[in-house]
């Protein structure tokens, strides 16, 4: 199958088709990186994203508000972005926002500590990040940041149902048309949600994929914060995956 469209142009048409999605209270704010970000995001699909097949789809749920929410990148930790990606670009502000979620793009001096995870594997397992990219790509089903009054995210599982009826559809047309670009052999979730959004958004798919899931590396979990990468590293193994 040939397809239609490359992740620049999926990720401009998922932006696009999120826009005047409507939330109501306590929601306050909804950031979009693909929008504000764009600069740094579109430097990481054109340095890492364009080439494939891929082995690998790992996808994550929706933006931190101190990675992607800062820099544009999935799992966006600003060091390991900047010195191990070597990417760095200009990054403006959402049109609205939130006192307590400012946006500082790469003069943000909070890591995000589920990035540090992941793409601290990503270069301690391979090195340069080209000899990651070869056979791993990373996504983020969902590219909006959520906040409530108080500046929590509010990740898409826990929004209304009448929200996600606005938002899954888009996210799961993202990830079809991601997945048909690069034609990945396994496309696994990170965290339980992250799959169960894999398999939804596949489910009548014609593309032969293997789906599973890894350990998500957010520090709110005790699993996770008794060694992620290891736990990952046998996760993946056990669904086929060759390191």
């Not at 929410?69 to 939130?98: C, K, N, T, Y």
């Not at 080209?130 to 500046?151: I, K, M, S, T």
């Not at 079809?176 to 696994?188: C, G």
Request: aromatic share 10%; proline share 9%.
């Amino acid at each position: 199958m040939v397809a239609e469209m490359d992740p620049i142009e999926i990720s401009q048409k998922l932006s696009d088709e999120l826009r005047g999605a409507e939330f109501d209270a306590p929601i306050s704010h909804v950031y979009d990186p693909l929008q504000y970000a764009w600069k740094p995001y579109e430097a990481y699909l054109s340095k890492y994203g364009m080439s494939r097949p891929r082995q690998v789809l790992l996808v994550g749920m929706n933006p931190g508000p101190w990675g992607m929410g800062q820099v544009g990148v999935p799992f966006g930790a600003i060091s390991m972005v900047r010195d191990w990606m070597g990417i760095e670009a200009s990054v403006g502000e959402p049109d609205e926002l939130h006192p307590k979620r400012p946006v500082h793009g790469f003069d943000c001096d909070r890591e995000e500590v589920s990035g540090t995870r992941l793409w601290g594997w990503a270069r301690d397992r391979y090195g340069e990040p080209d000899a990651f990219f070869e056979r791993f790509f990373v996504h983020n089903y969902c590219p909006l940041l959520v906040l409530d009054e108080d500046g929590k995210n509010r990740t898409p599982p826990k929004l209304r149902k009448a929200e996600r009826a606005q938002v899954l559809p888009p996210c799961d047309r993202g990830l079809r048309r991601l997945v048909d670009y690069l034609e990945p052999q396994f496309v696994v979730g990170v965290g339980n949600y992250a799959e169960r959004r894999v398999r939804a958004a596949l489910k009548d798919s014609s593309a032969d994929v293997v789906i599973g899931r890894v350990l998500h590396p957010s520090p709110a979990s005790p699993k996770a914060n008794r060694g992620w990468a290891p736990q990952a590293e046998a996760e993946l193994q056990e669904l086929g995956v060759e390191l």
